[in-house]
């Protein structure tokens, strides 16, 4: 089956440290995207990727990074730098011939 | 102003109803609009995608007017399963740029 999966689905971190989460698929589109979602808020842009080893800051960059090395994976790492890193994170692509995104399962991070 | 804004509900809607929401844009350059719906704790899903005046979906008929810009979402005979929120989003330059999502309207249909 063609989809996005993101793992874990749940994620618990103290304070301080950094967290990767991750994303893959198999729709072999050429754009993702890494969006965070608070409580009644809408979905807000980390960082998105066009190509492979090719990555430009989104709305709400600071604190977090990432890396392109295949087209298939796009992970995200919330370094100890964000001071609210408690979200909803949902990883999405799209393909190059048309816009809609499509999005994984997504991963609860809490951090205390 | 906020580039995308919903009603944030919630709609309470007997089974059978006809219900619409309505969600306005800032940018008028706008090139294309989608609806997505998301459940409760669970990733958003593509709805419908608006790229001329409207598409029509079975029960889901979506609007686009470009002038007052907004777009519109109607549900026709609403089901129990369509309880969710509804996602206005919109691509203000196409291709592969940031989507701009409203906080969303939430559906709660009763029987």
């Known amino acids: 089956d063609g989809g996005i999966t993101q793992s874990p689905k749940y994620l618990f971190r103290k304070e301080g440290q950094n967290v990767t989460l991750s994303c893959e698929q198999n729709l072999n589109h050429d754009a993702m995207y890494w969006y965070r979602q608070d409580p009644g808020q809408g979905l807000r842009l980390i960082y998105y990727?066009?190509?492979?080893?090719?990555?430009q800051k989104g709305d709400i960059a600071e604190g977090y990074s990432v890396s392109r090395e295949k087209k298939e994976s796009f992970p995200l790492t919330v370094t100890s730098a964000q001071k609210n890193p408690t979200a909803f994170y949902l990883c999405?692509?799209?393909?190059?011939?048309?816009?809609?995104?499509?999005f994984g399962p997504g991963t609860r991070l809490t951090v205390t | 102003r906020k580039e995308v804004e919903q009603d944030p509900g919630p709609f309470n809607v007997p089974e059978g109803a006809t219900v619409a929401f309505n969600c306005t844009y800032s940018?008028?350059?706008?090139?294309?609009f989608f609806w997505y719906r998301q459940d409760c704790r669970k990733e958003p899903k593509l709805l419908m995608s608006?790229?001329?005046s409207g598409n029509e979906d079975g029960r889901f008929t979506a609007q686009l007017n470009r002038a007052s810009q907004y777009i519109s979402l109607l549900i026709r005979d609403s089901k129990l399963s369509d309880s969710a929120t509804y996602l206005c989003?919109?691509?203000?330059?196409?291709?592969?740029?940031?989507?701009?999502f409203g906080a969303g309207t939430r559906l709660a249909v009763h029987p």
């Open positions: 989003v919109v691509n203000p330059l196409g291709g592969y740029n940031k989507l701009i």
């Open positions: 608006v790229y001329s």
């Open positions: 990727s066009q190509i492979v080893n090719d990555f």
């Open positions: 999405a692509s799209s393909s190059g011939t048309r816009d809609e995104q499509y």
């Open positions: 940018n008028s350059a706008s090139q294309s």
